[in-house]
């Protein structure tokens, strides 16, 4: 199976307890290239700094809790490097949850090779892995709790966009991840990254969905109240 972005060996963490679940999961991660899976307990993976990834299982309960998510939003606060995958029930709340805790990327418990494959592919392009409606109410979401913090105005002053930026900008609204902006528009994707990491600098946020949400205002398909 092809492998990940990248020549290096690519150490993931796997926080998965139930036993035919965990031996699948190894058995996939086996198939991809430059992958090496650690199994372990909460506190035993947190103090390995060597890796990358981390896979968290929720479990098999449809619906949401606060404790299930719980681990994702611990590891992002003590570990906000490590690339988190959730695993669990595809439920629209729970993955929704999973992603506003900090999960890059979220797979069914019944997921096959290739998506797992793919989810550890976009992961590492830096974009957030999953179904765009669950994109969509992440965007929501924060724009509540915006809300309901103060929300201001956007800046003023922001620098005009050159053509390549917003070229750039359009794809990200159509969920390409850096790999496929790069194809698309006959570049590097080192160059694609200079590029997002100009826009956000201009902008005034730090992250891909801070930007989206500043894109789709910037094209009047959200109010003006939802940007900081």
């Known amino acids: 199976m092809q492998g990940i972005i990248s020549e290096e060996t690519i150490r993931v963490g796997l926080l998965v307890f139930e036993p035919v ?55 992002h606060e003590h570990r906000p490097e490590l690339l988190q995958i959730a695993l669990g029930v595809e439920d629209d709340e729970l993955v929704t949850e999973a992603i506003l805790a900090g999960a ?31 994109l969509s109410k992440v965007i929501d979401q924060l724009m509540t709790e915006r809300n309901g913090n ?18 750039v ?6 969920a390409h991840s850096n790999r496929e902006i790069a194809k698309a528009l006959g570049i590097e994707e080192r160059t694609v990254k200079a590029h997002l990491g100009h826009l956000m600098r201009k902008v ?7 930007l989206s949400i500043w894109a789709l205002k910037r094209a009047n398909r959200l109010p003006d109240e939802t940007i900081a």
């Open 104 to 134: 890059r990327a979220f797979l069914d418990l019944n997921a096959i090779a290739l998506a797992v494959n793919k989810a550890f592919q976009e992961v590492m392009d830096g974009t957030i892995w999953t179904r765009r409606i669950i």
């Open 204 to 210: 005034g946020v730090t992250n891909r969905v801070e």
């Open 169 to 174: 900008l359009d794809l990200i609204l159509e």
């Open 21 to 75: 679940r965990l031996a699948g999961l190894i058995s996939i991660c086996s198939q991809i290239k430059n992958l090496q899976t650690v199994h372990g307990d909460f506190k035993s993976l947190m103090a390995d700094e060597s890796l990358r990834f981390i896979v968290v299982d929720l479990g098999s309960t449809k619906g949401v809790a606060v404790e299930q998510v719980e681990p994702i939003r611990l590891i």
């Open 150 to 167: 103060g929300a201001r105005a956007p800046k003023n002053g922001v620098q005009k966009l050159t053509a390549r930026e917003q070229q």
